[in-house]
């Protein structure tokens, strides 16, 4: 490969950028806003800035949903963005590791090489890498040699349960269940109890704090509408009450990895019992959810270092390290 070499890891929420030629990551909202239908007003982090509070003329969105592409020419635009930017505005040949949905059809799979090849980028070689894979490594496993990981990862939209087993992928379960129905659940318990409606931001800050309001023995003060007198007020929300509101969440991701559990080949389980759970994703931060998971499975629960970095960190190995080149593979473009 040259040396001019991009990792990416598209995330619903979040996408993450490996770039060589500075040894980097960049971490951005994967969120676009469009003016009057097709003019490009925003994009990444300043996108999400202006998220519930632009007029009716910015159309803000995710380009991705539950981690497969759907809307692909904005998807594109991102892609050549953040590109662009990280090559000092003037893009030169680049290779590209992206990293794919492990629970994925090969035709989703193979959209995010169309996307790379696609997105105006210069790309000269493209390759593709399994999410838990990449996952494992960026965690310092020995994804090669080891014999029976169990990765979890909690993203946004999606959590992916996978088994790994020699570089490869045995067992492998992807639920639409994420951080953003942790803050739905916590908005609408607010909006029963209190009367109250708050915004997404508001209920993701909730929930991001919530280790912090309980150590400090106080409740989550947020903002909000009062739906009977249809003003803004400021309540001081229990954290019980969050804690409650995500409780069915956390149980339904630990009962699907029981399930995979269950499904494990015994000469893995063996592995997995000594080593334990490895646990990912930005949301897999929540409070308490670490600690169920270990409880309700009776296996130690190792936490990511960077929850939110570990697929691109992984990639960044793959990229930097001979020894992982192999784990990355191409597939054919789809005709066009
Ligand atoms: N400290 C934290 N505590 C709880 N949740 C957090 C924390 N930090 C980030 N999150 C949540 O993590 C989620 C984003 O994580 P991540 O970037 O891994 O998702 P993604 O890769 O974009 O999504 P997906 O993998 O589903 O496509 C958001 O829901 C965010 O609120
Ligand atoms: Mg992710």
């Given at each position: 490969?040259?040396?001019?070499?991009?990792?990416?890891?598209?995330?619903?929420?979040?996408?993450?950028?490996?770039n060589?030629?500075?040894?980097?990551?960049?971490?951005?909202?994967?969120?676009?806003?469009?003016?009057?239908?097709?003019?490009?007003?925003?994009?990444?982090?300043?996108?999400?800035e202006?998220y519930?509070?632009?007029?009716?003329?910015i159309?803000?969105?995710?380009?991705?949903?539950?981690?497969?592409?759907?809307?692909?020419?904005?998807?594109?635009?991102?892609i050549?963005?953040f590109?662009s930017?990280?090559?000092?505005?003037?893009?030169?040949?680049?290779d590209?590791?992206?990293?794919?949905?492990?629970?994925?059809?090969?035709?989703?799979k193979?959209?995010?090489?169309?996307?790379?090849?696609?997105?105006?980028?210069?790309a000269?070689?493209?390759?593709?890498?399994?999410?838990?894979?990449?996952?494992?490594?960026?965690?310092?496993?020995?994804?090669?040699?080891?014999q029976?990981?169990?990765?979890?990862?909690?993203g946004?939209e999606?959590?992916?349960?996978?088994?790994?087993?020699?570089?490869?992928?045995?067992?492998?379960?992807?639920i639409?269940?994420?951080?953003?129905?942790?803050?739905?659940?916590?908005?609408?318990?607010?909006?029963?109890?209190?009367?109250?409606?708050?915004?997404a931001?508001?209920?993701?800050?909730?929930?991001?704090?919530?280790?912090?309001?309980?150590?400090?023995?106080?409740?989550?003060?947020?903002?909000?509408?009062?739906?009977?007198?249809?003003?803004?007020?400021?309540r001081?929300i229990?954290?019980?009450?969050?804690?409650?509101?995500m409780?069915?969440?956390?149980?339904?991701?630990?009962?699907?990895?029981?399930?995979?559990?269950?499904?494990?080949?015994?000469e893995?389980?063996?592995d997995?019992?000594?080593?334990?759970?490895?646990?990912?994703?930005g949301?897999?931060?929540?409070?308490?959810?670490?600690?169920?998971?270990?409880?309700?499975?009776?296996?130690?629960?190792?936490?990511?270092?960077?929850?939110?970095e570990?697929?691109?960190?992984?990639?960044?190995?793959?990229?930097?390290?001979d020894?992982?080149?192999?784990?990355?593979?191409?597939?054919?473009?789809?005709s066009?």
């Amino acid at each position: 490969m040259a040396n001019n070499i991009f990792g990416i890891d598209l995330g619903t929420n979040n996408i993450k950028i490996y770039n060589l030629a500075t040894d980097s990551v960049l971490i951005e909202k994967n969120m676009i806003a469009i003016e009057n239908k097709n003019t490009l007003f925003a994009y990444g982090n300043s996108a999400y800035e202006m998220y519930e509070k632009a007029p009716a003329n910015i159309h803000i969105s995710y380009p991705l949903n539950n981690g497969v592409i759907a809307d692909i020419k904005k998807m594109e635009m991102l892609i050549r963005q953040f590109i662009s930017d990280l090559s000092g505005g003037t893009l030169k040949p680049a290779d590209f590791v992206i990293a794919v949905p492990t629970d994925a059809t090969e035709v989703e799979k193979r959209a995010f090489y169309d996307l790379v090849r696609d997105a105006g980028v210069k790309a000269k070689k493209i390759m593709v890498v399994e999410k838990a894979v990449a996952d494992g490594l960026g965690m310092d496993i020995d994804v090669k040699n080891s014999q029976g990981v169990l990765v979890v990862n909690v993203g946004y939209e999606t959590t992916e349960i996978s088994i790994l087993s020699l570089g490869g992928i045995v067992l492998s379960k992807l639920i639409k269940v994420g951080g953003f129905k942790f803050d739905e659940a916590i908005r609408s318990a607010v909006q029963r109890s209190f009367s109250l409606v708050i915004g997404a931001k508001t209920a993701e800050n909730v929930k991001i704090q919530l280790g912090d309001f309980e150590s400090a023995g106080t409740g989550a003060v947020v903002y909000g509408r009062d739906i009977v007198k249809g003003l803004p007020v400021e309540r001081e929300i229990p954290t019980k009450l969050a804690l409650e509101a995500m409780d069915n969440h956390f149980r339904n991701i630990i009962d699907n990895v029981k399930v995979i559990l269950e499904r494990t080949p015994p000469e893995l389980g063996a592995d997995i019992y000594r080593h334990g759970i490895y646990l990912t994703g930005g949301a897999s931060s929540v409070a308490h959810f670490a600690e169920m998971m270990s409880n309700e499975t009776g296996l130690k629960v190792n936490i990511a270092q960077n929850p939110m970095e570990s697929v691109v960190l992984g990639i960044s190995k793959i990229i930097k390290d001979d020894n992982y080149k192999s784990i990355a593979y191409s597939i054919e473009g789809s005709s066009k």
